[in-house]
């Protein structure tokens, strides 16, 4: 049947058990079979839900109330369960690490055919060759726990596709990632929907990252499709819709007053050279980066040759000088490895330098990579009290259980946990704290972040996001292998860079050290329109 | 990588977990590797003689070394430590049995806490025991790949297995979850006690089991049926292995039927200890040593 649609949905609604407000509501779109489609829209917005309906999670894993049609390959996810759409539907989750179920990467492979009772040789055969397409053949001997979380996710995929089944679906599988791995990850996917013919349908927080590969979007806000259109008409919906959903360089186009909004940085760099504006270096003048101020003052904290070596010998921080003044927003970048979760680690206490030394103007607050990790109790109020609830925006739901609370309000309650001290504290560090966030709530975590540096705290967030970083810091430090290799304003460092740069800056190849899009629509404005 | 799960696993879990390397138990068939690790626990529950438990103690430890999984050896008698303790501890406390009196106690809720030589003996004897049989497990979580384990079993109880085996997968797992809730626990400013941080990790655990069944779900789990046999034939260390695998389970059973190793300890301690207990044990560290012994034990490509 290869022209019938791959998804149908006829007017879904759909609501968890013991909820009020529906996941889904009204829900009625086609998808073709081949297509690549992104899903898009703000945390809650109902992405994750219809994805799980899409692979028969909801309802028959959920439970919960469902009223009109789904059908996936012309099954009926009322009538089938997950394991019969699982013929023809491929899942990836965002935690690489509970989707593995197999101690190693062959049997993780081999288990879905297993499932459909092919015999060993059709086994090995579809694990051979689902690993050779995937790019992890080098990887089939070898245990689960011992592979990076990219490669995890990889794996996760090949499990997912290993049947070759019509239709794969994402929820959001880079959150977990690091930029470099999320990047190829979408490629991957791309690649495979073209060769394979395979119907991807991608929740992604990350619009920039997957736009490029996508053929359709679909928006969703409370539940319904708010959007559905080609990935062009989706930015000008999006930039229209205030923006929220935008990628940066289409909001700089916009702000900018130009047209077409461009999907990438090729089509914005393109877009900018066909009205004239030629984005190379020199076209703007990069401001003078504001000198390093060196005041005599104390510091909130200061690292003074901090070294950290491990078991094997091998040093994770090589004599590491950082000193960060109070009410300094510091931005910790670089690659995975680097040394940055460390780091904040020793700031925080967690770890002794083998050699070295830090010191504290006062204490040190450290939010870790996952808020889920600090909740521990069965109601929110139970965790920092009603100070800390009410400055968390959690006020009116003091007896909700932590844990079913959403990714952006664990993460506000998180911070106030660590922040609820008698004392205000000197320093303030976060450990990748945007991961799988959305627009608003990051900029709500950037206004946090102003509002402690304004108290008088250091801030040192630890961050892939160059976007985020742009946004909130005042200085960017960048680690390579243990040692910090770059420290300046974020104009000098994010703007000249291929890897640490922001979109914005990419499309303008760095011209005038314009990181955001309000920026380089200023400065287009004001110095590239002759 | 996620940098933080890399913080965490550059510290050691403290289960032990099975690692593929390059030795006789690892290279064997799962089955015949988990029948030897048995057969040592077996011998273990059949005896309580300190010499023959000594012994067996002595053999997993030798195998584990051989077989380059000591640490995991150590770490697996570091998590029996306060078991082994709690049994040591309580026996005397709780049986009055016993000629030699060492302790004469008052009376708490009418009953007397007397605590006799042959109680404390015998709670000794049980440690060890307890010990020795979470050590030989301890041997089986290092050397037995748990997928292989899960495929042989699939054809008789594929569910019970394949819980088995996500049980297994899920145990490091959680150990690092643990580990982590534990690091947050320390950025709080006043630290929660350590059972509300291990509650948490429980109930954490349910939300991951709760994940985990949903990948599985998606996986046609529910449709799944029993696996085709895939055949594979002996290898030498296989066939080792095997063959002291069989051999340890013969000679404790029959040494057992045959009356050896006998302790009483109540009312007066008698142990037996003699050439047939030195027999016994001469016979069980000759087993162990099978499948690392001689030529045929080496790994590598065998010349043309």
């Given amino acids: 049947m290869p022209d019938q649609a791959i998804v149908v949905a006829d007017r879904l609604s759909y609501r968890y058990p013991e909820r009020d407000v529906y996941a889904l509501r009204d829900v009625t779109l086609e998808l073709a079979p081949g297509g690549f489609t992104l899903l898009a829209g703000e945390s809650g917005s109902g992405k994750s839900t219809l994805l799980r309906a899409l692979c028969g999670l909801v309802p028959h894993f959920h439970g919960g109330e469902v009223t009109g049609e789904l059908e996936v390959a012309g099954m009926s996810v009322r009538d089938h369960g997950p394991g019969e759409l699982a013929a023809v539907c491929g899942t990836v989750f965002q935690d690489p690490e509970t989707q593995v179920v197999m101690g190693g990467v062959r049997a993780e492979l081999s288990l879905p055919l297993e499932h459909r009772g092919e015999s060993p040789s059709a086994i090995a055969r579809g694990v051979e060759e689902v690993a050779l397409a995937l790019g992890i053949a080098g990887l089939l001997d070898r245990r689960t726990d011992t592979l990076s979380g990219g490669e995890l996710q990889r794996v996760a995929i090949a499990a997912a596709l290993v049947h070759r089944p019509a239709l794969l679906v994402l929820d959001e599988p880079t959150s977990q990632l690091d930029p470099v791995a999320g990047d190829e990850l979408i490629w991957l996917l791309r690649r495979l929907n073209e060769e394979w013919g395979t119907a991807v349908v991608i929740a992604e927080q990350r619009i920039d990252r997957c736009l490029p590969a996508a053929d359709r979007v679909l928006a969703m806000a409370d539940g319904a499709v708010v959007c559905d259109a080609s990935p062009r008409e989706y930015l000008d919906w999006a930039v229209a819709d205030g923006g929220n959903l935008a990628t940066p360089i289409a909001r700089l186009f916009s702000l900018a007053g130009l047209r077409p909004l461009p999907r990438s940085v090729k089509e914005a760099r393109d877009g900018l050279r066909a009205a004239g504006l030629t984005p190379d270096g020199g076209a703007g003048e ?23 070596e491990i078991a094997n010998g091998r040093a994770i921080l090589r004599g590491i000088d950082l000193g960060v003044e109070p009410g300094e927003r510091i931005a910790l970048m670089g690659r995975n490895g680097a040394g940055k979760s460390t780091l904040l680690r020793h700031l925080k206490g967690l770890a002794a330098p083998t050699r070295g030394r830090i010191e504290s103007a006062g204490e040190i607050a450290l939010l870790l990579q996952n ?21 968390a925006g959690l006020a009116d739901r003091p007896d909700a259980n932590p844990r079913d609370l959403s990714g952006g309000e664990r993460q506000r309650l998180a911070l106030e946990i660590v922040l609820a001290g008698d004392a205000p504290c000197a320093a303030v560090c976060l450990d990748e704290p945007t991961r799988g966030m959305d627009r608003v709530h990051k900029d709500a975590l950037a206004a946090r972040i102003e509002a402690l540096a304004a108290a008088g705290a250091a801030l040192i967030v630890a961050t892939h996001d160059t976007e985020f970083a742009a946004a909130f810091a005042d200085r960017i430090v960048l680690m390579g292998d243990g040692v910090v290799i770059a420290d300046g304003p974020p104009a000098e460092l994010l703007a000249g860079g291929w890897h640490f740069s922001t979109e914005v800056a990419r499309a303008l190849d760095g011209a005038g050290g314009a990181l955001m899009p309000e920026q380089g629509a200023k400065l287009i404005e004001r110095e590239l329109v002759r | 990588m996620r940098s933080a799960d890399r913080t965490a696993s550059r510290r050691e879990l403290p289960v032990p977990a099975y690692r593929p390397a390059a030795s006789p138990l690892h290279r064997a068939r799962a089955g015949a590797t988990a029948s030897l690790c048995l057969a040592l626990a077996l011998t273990c529950m059949l005896f309580e003689d300190p010499v023959v438990l000594a012994t067996a103690i002595g ?55 007397d605590i006799t030589l042959e109680a404390l003996v015998a709670g000794g004897l049980a440690g060890l025991r307890v010990a020795a049989i979470v050590m030989a497990f301890g041997l089986f979580s290092a050397c037995v790949d748990p997928d292989e384990l899960l495929r042989l079993f699939r054809r008789f109880s594929y569910r019970s297995a394949l819980t088995g085996a996500l049980a297994t997968r899920l145990v490091p797992v959680l150990a690092r979850d643990a580990m982590r809730m534990g690091d947050a626990a320390r950025c709080r400013p006043a630290p929660p006690s350590r059972l509300a941080v291990a509650r948490a990790a429980l109930s954490g655990a349910l939300d991951r089991a709760v994940e985990v069944a949903a990948a599985l779900e998606v996986r046609g789990y529910s449709v799944g049926g029993r696996p085709e046999r895939a055949r594979r034939p002996w290898s030498r260390h296989d066939l080792r292995v095997a063959a002291a695998a069989v051999a340890v389970a013969v000679t404790a059973v029959a040494f ?39 030529r045929g034990a080496r790994l590598g490509v065998a010349r043309a």
Avoid at chain 1, 291 to 304: F, G, T
Avoid at chain 2, 68 to 96: C, H
């Fill in chain 2, 256 to 294: 057992k039927v045959a009356g050896v190793g006998s302790v009483a300890v109540y009312p007066r301690i008698e142990i037996a200890f003699g050439p047939p207990e030195l027999l016994l044990c001469a016979l069980l560290l000759a087993a162990v040593a099978l499948p690392f012994a001689g």
């Fill in chain 2, 59 to 113: 053999a997993v430890v030798a195998a584990g070394v051989m077989a380059g999984v000591g640490r995991e050896i150590k770490r697996a008698a570091l998590l029996s430590l306060p078991l082994v303790l709690l049994v040591a501890v309580i026996n005397p406390l709780v049986y009055r049995e016993g000629d030699t009196l060492l302790v004469r106690g008052g009376e708490i809720l009418g009953r007397r806490m």
């Fill in chain 1, 371 to 391: 808020p889920g990790d600090y909740l521990i109790h069965e109601h929110a109020v139970d965790e920092a009290g009603a100070d800390a609830l009410s400055a």
């Fill in chain 1, 286 to 308: 990069t401001p003078a980066p504001p000198r390093r101020r060196e005041r005599r003052s104390a510091k909130a904290v200061e690292l003074r040759g901090v070294w950290h």
